[in-house]
């Protein structure tokens, strides 16, 4: 009988000891962290008015640009199959104080994909709008603001749901101060084509830091949803998206204040492509009442691809209320834009644009318009 019960005890000391042992060795590394990320380098001209609001009074034609991100991620696979893992983008430089661009951790699985932490919104990341080429002059998030700048008075939108305005990198809008709030958001799987998603952003004045926000000060606790479908029927691409966003009053404003009113955010984008072109265009519906930003944008734009080449031309209009009680601030970007890949993860890139900014009340103090062009390299690894 104590030769059995010493026997199992050296058995469960042998048993404890193997497992202590991969339990360390986990805790070495559980998770291989891989680098990747982009680098662009871009040189370009763009004619701006002199002497307008917020602008330098004599703006240099020639400008060089650059866009830099370190992404650093990892991800394990349990036993039970679900994926768990990170995603940490470093900016390769300061962007008005924001050193790191998004931080999150996701879990994947039969169930869907749920993210939690400083990301985008759903109705953000499953938009489809006018097609891009290339990887920087977009329609929405364009460089064209970079070099044609947006005078401090003008308030312009994009077709994305986004917490920034654009162009000339934008303002907070005032329902939200950015798009990578610290939030939770969940994407079913999709099925026959169609994926839905969720997200809820406790406090709308966080990124990438924590605390509370002031519930008499700022909006809090926004709901965002959204709805795509992309599907190929014999050769054609159909995308499609809709999304939404409220974000609700704060309840001690003022009367006159903007955050004394609930704002609605609408987004809705279509796709459609063959034998190498897309066609596809978006729109944007933002319901701030007394806000600034209270307007729409809308986009619609077409690209053709073929082999390492894509070229595409595209137009990008808003209308919004502006700060003044009278008229609407006005916003209108041609774009023309090519990239050519050179090589696994290198393309050369290049663009021609034109941008008005029109103000609200006409003041030539207040609105800027030129016109440029710029051409790059965007590096991918």
Same mark, same amino acid.
Do not use: C
């Given at each position: 009988?104590? $030769? ?45 008015? $002199? ?112 917490? @920034? ?24 799987? @999709?099925? /026959? ?55 609700? $009053? ?10 004394? $009113? ?63 009680? /009278? ?55």
């Amino acid at each position: 009988m104590y $030769k059995l019960l010493a026997t199992s005890a050296l058995v469960a000391a042998g048993l404890w000891a193997t497992a202590d042992a991969a339990m360390a060795q986990a805790k070495v590394a559980p998770i291989s962290v891989v680098v990747g990320g982009f680098h662009q380098q871009v040189f370009g001209f763009a004619t701006n008015k $002199k002497n307008v609001t917020g602008l330098p009074a004599t703006p240099n034609s020639m400008m060089q640009y650059q866009d830099p991100e370190l992404w650093f991620g990892g991800r394990t696979t349990l036993a039970n199959g679900i994926a768990v893992g990170f995603d940490v983008q470093l900016r390769g430089h300061t962007d008005g104080g924001d050193q790191i661009d998004e931080s999150y951790m996701f879990v994947d699985g039969a169930f869907g994909r749920v993210v939690i932490g400083s990301e985008n919104t759903v109705d953000y990341i499953m938009h489809y709008g006018a097609p891009g080429v290339g990887v920087s002059f977009g329609t929405n998030e364009s460089q064209v603001g970079t070099f044609i700048l947006r005078p401090t008075n003008v308030t312009v939108l994009n077709t994305t749901a986004s917490g @920034r305005t654009s162009g000339g990198g934008g303002t907070a809008l005032t329902h939200g101060t950015g798009n990578d709030q610290q939030r939770l958001s969940y994407f079913t799987p @999709r099925f /026959a084509g169609f994926q839905v998603g969720l997200s809820f952003t406790p406090n709308l004045d966080r990124e990438d830091s924590n605390g509370y926000t002031d519930r008499n000060a700022q909006r809090a606790n926004a709901v965002h949803g959204s709805i795509n479908y992309t599907n190929n029927f014999s050769g054609v691409q159909l995308n499609g998206s809709l999304g939404a966003s409220q974000y609700g $009053k704060v309840s001690s404003a003022a009367a006159t204040s903007p955050l004394s $009113k609930g704002v609605t955010d609408l987004s809705a984008g279509l796709q459609v492509g063959a034998a190498g072109f897309m066609v596809g265009g978006g729109y944007r519906k933002l319901s701030a009442d007394l806000g600034a930003e209270n307007g729409s944008a809308m986009s619609i734009g077409v690209s053709y691809t073929t082999g390492p080449l894509s070229v595409g031309a595209s137009y990008l209009s808003s209308e919004v209320d502006g700060a003044a009680a /009278a008229g609407k601030d006005k916003y209108g970007q041609i774009l023309f834009a090519a990239a050519y890949s050179i090589g696994p993860g290198v393309d050369l890139i290049g663009a021609l644009f034109h941008a008005k900014y029109d103000d609200e009340g006409n003041a030539t103090a207040n609105e800027n318009s030129g016109t440029g062009g710029a051409i790059g390299l965007h590096l991918r690894f």
